[in-house]
């Protein structure tokens, strides 16, 4: 089992997916994040807890993103929180 944190956004106006992923037993384990429907990218924790990671995927997220224009579903800008 895992735990996954999705978010529904536009990406370049585009229906997308924004997607994390942390292990269920071990917050650290099998980390990854994914936009649509990519192949996932693994990605080595930095530390052990949830919000930790969670603020680690989303910065790798916002950097592969960078060059485009993410919002939310309504067209307001995705704020990464």
Do not use: H
Not at 22 to 35: E, N, S, V
Not at 41 to 51: A, H, L, P, Y
Not at 61 to 78: F, Q, S, W
């Amino acid at each position: 089992m895992a735990i996954r944190w999705i978010k529904n956004v536009l990406v370049d106006g585009a229906k997308s997916v924004i997607e994390i992923q942390l292990g269920d037993r071990k917050i650290g384990d099998k980390c990854y994040t994914r936009i649509g429907t990519e192949v996932e990218k693994w990605f080595d924790n930095i530390s052990e807890t949830r919000e930790d990671v969670i603020a680690q995927g989303l910065d790798i997220l916002k950097r592969r993103l960078g060059a485009k224009t993410v919002t939310y579903p309504d067209g307001r800008p995705y704020d990464w929180q």
